[in-house]
């Protein structure tokens, strides 16, 4: 059994997500979603997080294509710990995930994973569209507008 692990923050599931994790399966026969930590969304977006890690990992599970969601390491055990934890036979990385493809790869080989591979998977529809940075822009209208 190929066993595809996918990461993302997965703050407000939209079509893109589902899109991303589709293709993302279609590596392999089980699909982990690693869902950021709260501390992690901060750091990288920016901002606070709509929903909290056990929501968004909680939501993320209950999707029909994933097979189990687990949030990422808390605290400072380093980004790529998971990914000995979980040992996936592949590791899918979204067109927006700033991961450095040959920095993690690097790693993989250093440590003992030389043979997962390592997919970018593109955006299959219109990327400024389905981001959840759009959404929050629209929804952000809306309530503006009803006020």
């Not at 595809?4 to 939209?14: M, P, Q, R, S, Y």
């Not at 592949?90 to 591979?117: C, F, H, S, T």
Request: aromatic share 6%; glycine share 8%.
């Amino acid at each position: 059994m190929k066993t595809v692990l996918a990461f993302g923050c997965f703050d407000i599931l939209h079509y893109g997500h589902l899109q991303y994790l589709r293709k993302a399966k279609e590596f392999g026969d089980r699909l982990i979603v690693v869902v950021a930590r709260d501390a992690t969304m901060r750091k990288v977006k920016g901002r606070e997080p709509v929903f909290d890690e056990a929501a968004r990992r909680e939501i993320v599970k209950s999707l029909s294509i994933v097979d189990d969601a687990v949030l990422g390491h808390a605290g400072g055990t380093g980004k790529y710990e998971i990914v000995r934890d979980l040992r996936p036979d592949v590791i899918a990385l979204g067109y927006d995930q700033p991961e450095e493809d040959a920095r993690l790869r690097k790693w993989l080989d250093g440590n003992g994973m030389a043979k997962v591979k390592v997919v970018r998977i593109r955006h299959v529809e219109n990327a400024e569209v389905y981001k959840s940075s759009r959404a929050l822009d629209k929804l952000r209208r809306c309530v503006v507008r009803e006020i």
